[in-house]
């Protein structure tokens, strides 16, 4: 009795992780065509301090 639910729950956890690595797939490829730019402004903040970008 409790196996039929707990096949139940795996297979829902398995539809979910799957749908979250198709999605993962999707966003990659989105991002790689989207925002080039976006990504290199990041690095840029991640790497410089907001003085040294007001001073440019």
């Known amino acids: 009795m ?5 096949n139940k ?4 956890f ?3 992780k799957s749908k ?4 993962n797939q999707r966003w ?3 991002k790689r065509y989207v925002c080039p ?3 290199r402004n990041k690095v840029i ?4 301090s907001i003085g040294s970008l007001v001073h440019q």
């Open 2 to 6: 409790h196996d039929n639910e707990l």
């Open 28 to 30: 990659d490829e989105l």
């Open 20 to 23: 979250r690595e198709k999605w």
């Open 9 to 12: 729950k795996i297979e829902y």
């Open 14 to 16: 398995d539809n979910l």
């Open 37 to 39: 730019q976006t990504e």
């Open 45 to 48: 903040f991640d790497s410089t």
